[in-house]
Structures are given as C-alpha cells and as structure tokens.
C-alpha cells in the first residue's frame, strides 16, 4: 500500500509540474488512501485546547470526528462554562451551559475530510459542504502550491499541497476558513499539529491538537439533543 502511495504521489507531483490538472477523481482517491495509511479513517476522539492571541489559553476540551460526516466538540471555557458544537454537513449547532447559542463562533470544523475513504466518499462530502466534488483549481496558501478540490469559486473546498497532497485548508460559505498545519503523528494517527480558524469579524483563534486516539462512539453521541444534556 505505501509503495501504491509514493508512486501516486509522484505521478500527481509530477502532473503538477507539468501545469496539468488531474482529474478530481484520481486526486481523491489519493487523498483516501493517504488518509487510511496515516490511521484516520475511522472514528477518532481528540483531546484539544483553543488559544487566543499570545498563545492564551481559552478553553480545553474534548472533539469526536466521524468520517460518516459528523463531529462535536465540548469545551470548558477559561471564565468556567461549558459549551457545545455539533457539526453535521453544513450544518453547526451550538449551546453553551445546555442554552442554544444563535450565532456560534464555528470553532469545529469538518474534520471528516481528513478521514474519508474511498476517494469518491471524499468526493461527496466535499459536495455536502458546498464544493463541486468534480472540479480541481489551483490555489496558492502560504508555501504551499495547491490543488483546490471544489473548485475556488465554491461555498466550500478543500486545499491540498500538490506534492505531498498534505491537508492545508478548508473554506467553507460565508468567509469561514480552517488553516491546517503541519502534519504530526501521535502514535499511529497523522493529524495537523493545529487548526486555526479565521471567520468574518471575530478574531483569529487556534485548536491546538493534544492528543488522538481511535474510538467509536455511541449511537447517540450525535444526536441533537447531546447539545442540551
């Protein structure tokens, strides 16, 4: 499988060079088998904090991700209460202290790219966030030389160093963007180091990702109502 990899990896990075474009299609299914070699494509629990400016602490909790397109996030926050995030496709519900938040800083993002598999699942959730799953741009993030699977003038996309095809970022509608860092292994599970998030009008904040482990969770764990629990 790893050789199966390094040789994909290398035909797309040699496509890229050439100025030509591979089909989604075949960067997805890439993208899939890099996300099964890595140990992310199953359900996975992380422990995480939230930091503000000058590194400040501001919340720490719990994140649970599921590659059927779903995760949640529970935080409690530095000033002692406890706040919720459900995200489902578009999606994004909140509470805080079991009370609906109406307008929620969207601090958990669609993790779940980073664990589909097969490719074409990668395709259809790329879809149900807002991104044509047949369309590749190019695209420019920091250092990082781009293909931008769902296109640059989608709701939602996902950005992918052309040679390495190492998650960089992910837009989603209304000017929300997930910048992805570098990719750090804890134990036998490949995540980015950290996830800043950049939304219109509220200040840059970073999930700086502690720990990750392998877990599948409840049948219910889910379900709206965790939000008011």
């Known amino acids: 499988m790893k050789r199966i990899l390094l040789a994909a990896l290398a035909l797309l990075g040699g496509a890229a060079a050439l100025a ?3 089909p989604a299609e075949r960067i997805a299914r890439t993208v899939a088998d890099a996300n099964r070699l890595h140990g992310r494509a199953q359900p996975l629990a992380l422990a995480v904090a939230v930091r503000g400016e000058g590194d ?8 649970l991700s599921d590659p059927r397109g779903v995760a949640r996030l529970e935080l409690v926050h530095s000033a002692g209460f406890v706040e919720r995030q459900l995200r489902r496709g578009r999606s994004l519900e ?6 609906r938040l109406p307008d929620p800083h969207p601090l958990l993002p669609p993790l779940w790219l980073l664990q589909a598999n097969p490719g074409a699942t990668l395709q259809m ?12 741009a ?3 993030d920091g250092d990082h030389d781009c293909f931008v699977l769902g296109g640059r003038t989608a709701e939602a996309s ?9 998650p960089v970022r992910i837009d989603l509608p209304g000017g929300v963007r997930y910048r992805l860092g570098p990719p750090q292994s804890r134990g036998a599970i490949e995540l980015p180091a950290w996830i ?3 939304a219109p009008g509220r200040p840059p904040v970073t999930l700086a990702i502690e720990a990750a482990r392998a877990e ?4 219910d764990a889910f379900a709206p109502d965790w939000l008011a629990r």
């Open 56 to 63: 400040a602490q501001l919340a720490a909790g719990s994140l």
């Open 158 to 166: 996902y950005w992918l160093d052309q040679e390495t095809l190492a």
């Open 94 to 99: 909140a509470s805080r202290d079991g009370a």
């Open 196 to 198: 800043t998030l950049e």
């Open 125 to 136: 959730r790329i879809a149900e966030l807002g991104g044509d799953p047949d369309t590749v």
């Open 138 to 140: 190019l695209g420019f």
């Open 20 to 22: 030509y474009v591979p």
């Open 216 to 219: 599948s969770a409840g049948p």
